[in-house]
């Protein structure tokens, strides 16, 4: 794995909508890494960790216990698309041509209404499933052979248009489930680097 893509909207309004959650995991992970996201690169905000090893530890409300762990990596980038969720294609085909990487390198996070809340699924492969920026990088890459990791976000109600609704930010309430989410989605992306995608989708997360 080389490029480790989340997807959201830019600016402080979207800061902490549903939508955004693909930007909130690779933030976690640009705090756990020490990797600085300062860097404007192929229409996105990338922070760049070169062949070294990487301490994590950190304690999340869902477990007393801290996550501590040391790792080597490959060169890793952590890239947030400026380019709105729905033109996430055109960012993501940039920095693959940029990388000189095939689509199996990259990981692509972001949030999933057709998924219960709390859910992750981690697939190697697949269709949009609806999702406007996963189907704008299938349609730039010609290819669905990419790795994705959802967040369930869960379906709106009846009379809420989900165009609407991933626009929203969560609650109160929500914002204690989502960050224990964010940390699962985490420790998938460590699995994913250090033991493989095929160890990391055997696991139940």
Not at 58 to 63: D, N, P, S
Not at 103 to 132: A, M, Q, Y
């Amino acid at each position: 794995m080389r490029l480790v893509v989340g997807l959201g909207n830019p600016g402080k309004q979207y800061e902490y909508t549903r939508h955004n959650l693909g930007f909130r995991v690779v933030n976690a992970l640009s705090n756990q890494w020490g990797i600085k996201l300062t860097r404007h690169k192929c229409l996105s905000l990338i922070g760049e960790k070169k062949h070294s090893s990487v301490s994590c530890r950190k304690t999340f409300k869902w477990t007393s216990n801290a996550l501590s762990r040391s790792f080597s990596l490959p060169t890793i980038i952590l890239a947030k698309p400026l380019t709105f969720v729905n033109g996430s294609g055109e960012a993501v085909k940039a920095l693959c041509d940029w990388l000189k990487i095939g689509e199996e390198e990259i990981l692509v996070i972001c949030d999933d209404f057709n998924l219960e809340k709390e859910k992750l699924r981690l697939r190697k492969r697949g269709s949009s499933g609806g999702h406007n920026g996963l189907e704008s990088i299938i349609e730039s890459l010609s290819s669905e052979e990419f790795p994705r990791l959802r967040l369930g976000i869960g379906r709106p109600e009846e009379d809420l248009d989900p165009a609407e609704y991933v626009l929203q930010k969560f609650s109160e309430q929500e914002e204690s489930f989502v960050e224990e989410m964010v940390g699962r989605a985490c420790q998938v992306v460590e699995v994913i680097i250090t033991e493989g995608i095929d160890a990391a989708v055997s696991r139940k997360w």
